[in-house]
């Protein structure tokens, strides 16, 4: 994973730096830049002051997903999202006192990814624990696209519009669902786990001392049942 952060002004380079990852976490959140848009789109989206201070305000329930979103698009999204950060020190280059925008890029993947949906949430206002109830959609075959290059900035929404020289750079890969850790409850001081795995063609649900064969779509009806913990295998 490809960490970059560049100076909106000028676009210089400040930080490209590689990061190791065992587990993907996505949040069920929507992208913060669209909140971003609303304070500035009227005013110099430059200026420092139009940029909240910080990301890490209390999330709300206007800002989680939307019931049904499929996990392609919340890893899209996650991988698309610009999070804005107020510097206090001038850029390197321009020499301005500026916002620094940081992105995330996958450059490559191992044959076996691990992903970790977010369902949990601590309110600091409140001290409290509590589970996003809202169901995400978990396809059984799952296409990521992943970068080989270390300077573009290209993403995912890039692609439509890329030339055919920038999209080379662009690799698609499917992965196949093979297992999920469940969570069955309302908030993670209680409730369940399970496990569902697929063995040949069939799928076993794991259940304490239990193994029964089971289907996705008995999976998905349980309404307290939610998919945590999924692992994908190159196919």
Not at 158 to 166: K, L
Not at 211 to 235: G, K, M, N, V
């Amino acid at each position: 994973m490809l960490r970059h952060t560049s100076c909106v002004e000028c676009q210089h380079v400040s930080s490209s730096r590689q990061e190791q990852f065992i587990c993907l976490y996505v949040p069920l959140t929507k992208p913060k830049e669209l909140l971003y848009q609303d304070q500035v789109s009227n005013e110099n989206p430059n200026n420092v002051n139009n940029i909240p201070e910080s990301n890490d305000s209390e999330l709300v329930d206007e800002d989680i997903i939307e019931p049904g979103t499929d996990l392609s698009s919340l890893i899209q999204t996650h991988f698309t999202q610009i999070e804005h950060v107020a510097s206090s020190t001038k850029c390197e280059s321009c020499g301005k006192l500026t916002v620094q925008a940081r992105t995330l890029k996958l450059q490559q993947l191992s044959s076996h990814v691990l992903i970790c949906l977010n369902v949990f949430r601590y309110s600091r206002v409140n001290q409290t624990c509590s589970k996003i109830m809202h169901r995400v959609h978990v396809p059984e075959r799952l296409s990521v696209t992943v970068s080989s290059s270390n300077t573009e900035t290209y993403s995912y929404n890039d692609m439509s519009t890329a030339n055919d020289s920038a999209k080379s750079k662009f690799t698609s890969r499917t992965y196949s669902l093979q297992a999920m850790i469940l969570h069955s409850g309302l908030s993670v001081s209680c409730g369940h786990y399970t496990c569902v795995a697929k063995v040949g063609m069939q799928w076993i649900l794991f259940d304490d001392d239990n193994a029964d064969y089971t289907t996705l779509e008995d999976i998905y009806s349980q309404p307290l049942s939610t998919p945590y913990l999924l692992l994908y295998s190159r196919t």
